[in-house]
């Protein structure tokens, strides 16, 4: 499922991020790109020991944490440390699919790409081209946010970053490990999870409530790997 999480970051976070990037070391994306995707990939990263990333990456995770429809939408065991990449004039990404196990930086943990992330950073007026383009079973999807906005997606999917013809295009990316690792699944508690929130919000007759709450959470009890 593709979900969009508007306005994850404040201003005052966006601005502090920004802020932080613009004294960071940018360098070659293709430095952390396995040897496929290193063909058709052309951009400039943070590099994950740069302090200016670091200090960036937890003002995101700060703001992951408090965020309720992330928290339904990923059901998040892990988050990788955000990464950050910028996209200039004539930058692309082509047609790739993300590492499946990514070692975390700095521990000897690896994590699951269950979930793909990319939280815009640039207002959307500040450039052209850069849209994400995720391919899905109904077709491809280009996405193309306000800065603070946050898209989700099955880390399973087909994507590509269609070339920057106009400005900058900045980004945070990163990965989340699951509870729950298939997409189907993780999905119908979505979407169930948001029909019930529905529900409460309309003051539905409680006794209806607990029930479909306690189904909700007996499913994720069969499904999540902790
Ligand atoms: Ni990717």
């Known amino acids: 499922m593709i979900a969009r999480i508007s306005s994850l970051l404040s201003a005052d976070e966006l601005a502090a991020i920004r802020r932080r990037l613009e004294a960071g070391a940018w360098a070659d994306g293709r430095l952390t790109a396995g040897y ?6 052309s951009n400039l990263q943070l590099p994950q020991s740069d302090p ?11 703001a992951l944490e408090r965020s309720p429809l992330f928290a339904s ?4 065991r892990h988050v990788y440390p955000p990464l950050f990449n910028r ?30 992330a990319t939280l815009f950073l640039s207002p959307a007026h500040e450039y052209d081209g850069g849209e994400l383009r995720i391919e899905d079973t109904y077709g491809a999807h280009s996405v193309k946010l306000e800065a603070g906005d946050l898209i989700v997606y099955p880390a399973s999917s087909v994507h590509s970053v269609a070339p920057v013809t106009r400005g900058a295009r900045i980004a945070a990316f ?10 189907a699944a993780r999905t119908l508690l979505f979407e169930l999870d948001t029909a019930i929130r529905g529900l409460a919000a309309q003051a539905a007759d ?21």
């Open 87 to 116: 996209y200039e004039v004539g930058m692309a990404f082509g047609a790739h699919i993300d590492n499946a196990v990514r070692p975390i930086p700095g521990t000897p943990h690896r994590l699951r790409t269950d979930v793909s």
């Open 52 to 62: 200016a990333a670091r200090e960036a990456g937890e003002i995101v995770l700060r």
């Open 73 to 76: 939408a990923a059901l998040p």
């Open 174 to 183: 990163f990965w989340i490990q699951s509870l729950v690792r298939d997409d």
């Open 36 to 41: 496929q995707s290193a063909e058709v990939k």
């Open 206 to 226: 409680r006794d209806s409530l607990v029930r479909l709450t306690g189904c909700y959470h007996n499913l994720l009890r069969r499904w999540a790997e902790l």
